[in-house]
C-alpha cells in the first residue's frame, strides 16, 4: 500500500460527518485476537512471528472481507513512515516501535485497519466519523466473523478470548470515541467531568491513546472491562456515558456565549487570524489555535470554514504527515515554517466575512 495515496486522500473518520460530529471527532472498536497453538507475539522467535503474519495474510485473501484491504509490510519501512501510520491511527506507538514481522491491513476509506503482531496477533479496528459505535462495530465485527472460519482463535468457554493482557480477555473489544471538549476546560469542568466518567470504570487518553498527552482539547475515552461482559453492553454503557459528557459539553459552549460571547469570539478570531498569517508555527501552538478555530466553526462564528478542513489540518500538520506533505524529511525549525505555510493554504479563502 503506498504511502502517498494515504497523503493523497484523508480517511472517512476525518470528514466531520456523522451524529455529534461538532464534538464527537470519531467512534472506533478494536477486537484482539490470538491464534490458538501460537506463543503470544512478547515471546514469539522471529520465525514464529514471521509464520503468523503470513497466516494472517493468507487468511485476509480468502474472506471477502479481506479482499479488500492492501496490506502493508512494517518491516521494510522508515520511521518516518511507521510515524505517519500511528499519526493516522491506523497502528499504535507499540506496533511502530516494535521488530520484526508485523504490518496492517487497511481498506481504502480506513475505516477497517488491521494490526498484525501488535501486541496481539490481531488488532482489527473500525473506525468512523461522529458517534457511530454500533455501526462501527457492525463493520469490525463482519470481518472478525469471516476471519473465524479460517483461523483458529485462542478461546477458552469459560473466559473468552485469551488476550496477552489480562484486561482484554473476554470479547477482547475496546471501545472509544475521540471528543473536542474545549467548553468544559474554558469553563474549568473538564476535571469534573473526568471523575465522572473514571467512577464508570472508563479511561481518559490523549490523541494517540495509551501514555500520550490531550492536543488540542481531543480527549479518548474508552471502557477498560471487556471480560463478563457482552459487546452490545460494552457498547452501550460507553454510549450512555458519552451522552451525558456531550450535553454537558454542549451546556458549557452555551453559558460561554451567555456569559462572555465578546471573550469567545476573541479567542476563535485571534487564533484565525494567527493561523492565517503566521510564518512559523509549533505543532503545539497549531493544535491549540486550531481547537479554537474548530470551536468557532461549531457557534457559528465562523460558518463558512467546512469542518473536514479543520479536521484534516489536526492530523496533517503532525510531524510525519507534515514531512510527507513537503516530500522530504525536515529538522524541528523547518517544520514549524512548512506547517506554517501548509496552514495558511488550506484555510485560504475560508471564513471571510463582508
Not at 34 to 63: C, M, P, Q, W, Y
Not at 312 to 317: A, D, E
Request: with cysteine.
Amino acid at each position: 500500500m503506498p504511502i502517498n495515496n494515504l497523503v493523497k486522500t484523508p480517511g472517512q473518520w476525518l470528514m466531520g460527518e456523522g451524529p455529534q460530529s461538532d464534538i464527537v471527532l470519531s467512534s472506533r472498536v478494536r477486537l484482539a485476537r490470538n491464534l490458538a497453538r501460537h506463543h503470544f507475539v512478547g515471546r514469539v522467535s522471529d520465525t514464529e512471528k514471521r509464520e503468523i503474519a503470513d497466516e494472517v495474510r493468507d487468511a485476509l485473501s480468502t474472506t471477502s472481507s479481506g479482499k479488500d484491504l492492501l496490506y502493508c509490510d512494517l518491516e521494510p519501512m522508515t520511521s518516518l513512515e511507521r510515524r505517519f501510520l500511528v499519526e493516522r491511527h491506523l497502528i499504535s506507538r507499540e506496533q511502530e516501535r516494535g521488530g520484526g514481522a508485523r504490518g496492517v491491513a487497511v481498506n481504502k476509506d480506513e475505516t477497517v485497519a488491521i494490526m498484525v503482531n501488535e501486541e496481539d496477533h490481531l488488532r482489527m479496528q473500525g473506525i468512523m466519523s461522529g458517534m457511530q459505535l454500533h455501526e462501527t462495530f457492525s463493520a469490525i465485527d463482519k470481518l472478525d466473523d469471516e476471519l473465524s472460519t479460517v483461523l483458529d482463535y485462542a478461546y477458552d468457554d469459560k473466559l473468552g478470548y485469551l488476550t496477552a493482557c489480562p484486561t482484554n480477555v473476554g470479547t477482547g473489544m475496546r471501545v472509544s470515541v475521540m471528543l473536542h471538549l474545549p467548553g468544559l476546560v474554558m469553563t474549568r469542568h473538564i476535571e469534573k467531568a473526568f471523575r465522572a466518567v473514571h467512577d464508570h470504570r472508563l479511561t481518559v487518553r490523549g490523541l494517540y491513546g495509551e501514555g500520550t498527552e490531550a492536543q488540542g482539547e481531543l480527549y479518548q475515552i474508552s471502557n477498560q472491562i471487556t471480560i463478563g461482559r457482552s459487546e452490545t453492553e460494552i457498547i452501550e454503557d460507553l454510549r450512555s456515558m458519552m451522552d451525558g459528557v456531550i450535553e454537558y459539553e454542549r451546556k458549557s459552549r452555551e453559558r460561554l456565549m451567555e456569559v462572555d460571547a465578546a471573550k469567545v469570539e476573541d479567542r476563535v478570531w485571534r487564533a484565525y487570524a494567527t493561523l492565517q498569517h503566521a510564518r512559523v508555527i509549533s505543532s503545539e501552538e497549531a493544535m491549540s489555535h486550531l481547537s479554537s478555530v474548530r470551536l468557532g466553526v461549531c457557534l457559528g462564528i465562523l460558518p463558512k470554514i467546512d469542518m473536514h478542513t479543520i479536521n484534516q489540518v489536526f492530523v496533517y500538520t503532525q510531524p510525519a504527515h507534515l514531512q510527507r506533505v513537503e516530500g522530504r524529511e525536515l529538522e524541528a525549525e523547518a517544520r514549524d515554517v512548512a506547517r506554517a505555510g501548509y496552514i495558511r493554504e488550506k484555510l485560504k479563502g475560508e471564513g471571510k466575512v463582508n
